[in-house]
């Protein structure tokens, strides 16, 4: 039986949790204050070992933090490599094919993230052939998925949950569909992984991207790939450095000669830092429990729904919690007043966001007491009925 989760329990070790009602971890989880200590201790390291620490952790670094993230999406030992962000590792896995075939379609969604969709279309120049499923409402059809996935599909790069609606994609029926063609999924997990619970070997999934900037609380600058075990010695990435080198500090001169294992999807020198301090949230994540986190976030954003309509607002998230991950996206009547209010109520010290053609989107953790939603909701609501919100339509939001 899953240990319900004590938020009042874990605040003290979210220090902007007693200062804010912190509903933004969609965007940036809130730093844990262990991330003090394993900077302090990173600095040292440098400060007293100098070139040493190289043979002493960094240069490991990102195959062992990618092993314990591992851990939170019930991935094999060495099947995750840790990388920049998402950007990088998409470009990395694209380049790694050949679209001169007849198999070189490329099939997502309309409702993926925006860098889903350039570094794919980029590769339309070397012969890759788009295909967009269209959403509908706040949902992507699973059926539209799995119709666009053919023979000629070569990978679909596509988002466990969506960045604005929060629609949770039924992601094993669709790799079940691809595995069944002969296509490959990349499953961008940004959204889900740390308040969803993800398992890439009942999922049945080829690779798993993501960041750990939003609910795994890492921070900036630590992104992983997670590639099957028994796919990673069938790719070579073009886009590629020493440190994908079977042999890095030989210093061979020539083409590239790939590392065994998941190491091949390396490229330059680690951000070593980036991953020190990721791995704080990591922790906190794996000792409260993915599960526990699921349910409290269900609780919480199930509550928040009901008040919110009550109150007459809309909600642009799936009614189905089944189908959503953390966040809740409430709707305005004018979506164009959204950043209006996002200032106006982060001069009240909540901190959400807005989406454009979405509205405010609302993600608690589980470090969120129940009553800051409360809070926000009657927040929001004096803000409208007030129209206080007006006092900072000259503001922009920045996040």
């Known amino acids: 039986m899953t240990k319900p989760i004590d938020p009042h329990a874990w605040r003290p070790r979210f220090p902007i949790s007693e200062k ?95 860098t889903n969709m350039y570094v794919w279309e980029g590769f339309k120049r070397f012969g890759a052939r788009i295909s967009v499923v269209k959403s509908e409402g706040m949902e992507v059809p699973t059926e539209r998925m799995i119709a666009a996935i053919d023979e000629e599909t070569l990978i679909v790069p596509i988002s466990h949950v969506c960045f604005k609606t929060s629609y949770l994609q039924d992601a094993k029926a669709i790799c079940a569909r691809a595995r069944e063609v002969g296509a490959l999924v990349l499953l961008d997990t940004y959204q889900s992984l740390g308040t969803v619970p993800v398992d890439v070997q009942d999922l049945g999934v080829d690779m798993v991207c993501g960041g750990s900037v939003k609910w795994l609380c890492g921070g900036p600058g630590a992104g992983y790939l997670y590639v099957r075990p028994d796919l990673q010695d069938q790719l070579n990435p073009r886009v590629t450095g020493w440190a994908a080198h079977a042999a890095p500090f030989a210093f061979e001169q020539g083409e590239q000669r790939y590392a065994h294992g998941i190491a091949r999807y390396l490229h330059g020198s680690p951000a070593v830092a980036s991953l020190v301090q990721a791995s704080a949230g990591y922790e906190a994540v794996l000792e409260a429990g993915v599960h526990a986190i699921r349910d409290h976030s269900l609780r919480l954003t199930g509550t928040l729904e009901q008040d919110l309509v009550d109150r007459g607002f809309e909600i642009n998230s799936p009614a189905d919690p089944a189908r959503r991950g953390g966040t809740l996206t409430v709707g305005l009547k004018d979506d164009e007043d959204g950043p209006a209010f996002v200032k106006a109520l ?41 129209r206080k919100w007006q006092d900072y339509v000259s503001m922009t939001a920045s996040y």
Do not use: C
């Open 346 to 386: 982060e001069a009240r010290e909540i901190l959400v966001d807005h989406r454009p053609e979405a509205g405010i989107r609302v993600s608690p953790h589980f470090y969120t007491l129940p009553e800051e939603l409360s809070v926000f909701a009657e927040t929001l609501s004096e803000l409208r009925e007030s």
């Open 20 to 114: 804010s009602t912190y509903l933004v971890n969609h965007s940036l989880g809130a730093m844990p204050k262990a991330v003090h200590a394993k900077l302090e201790a990173f600095a040292t390291q440098w400060e007293t070992r100098g070139v040493r620490s190289w043979a002493e952790g960094w240069w490991t670094a990102p195959l062992d933090v990618g092993n314990l993230l591992g851990k939170l999406m019930n991935a094999p030992e060495n099947s995750v490599v840790m990388h920049q962000n998402v950007s990088v590792i998409q470009s990395i896995v694209g380049s790694a094919f050949d679209f001169a075939g007849k198999r070189n379609k490329v099939v997502y969604s309309d409702a993926n993230f925006p």
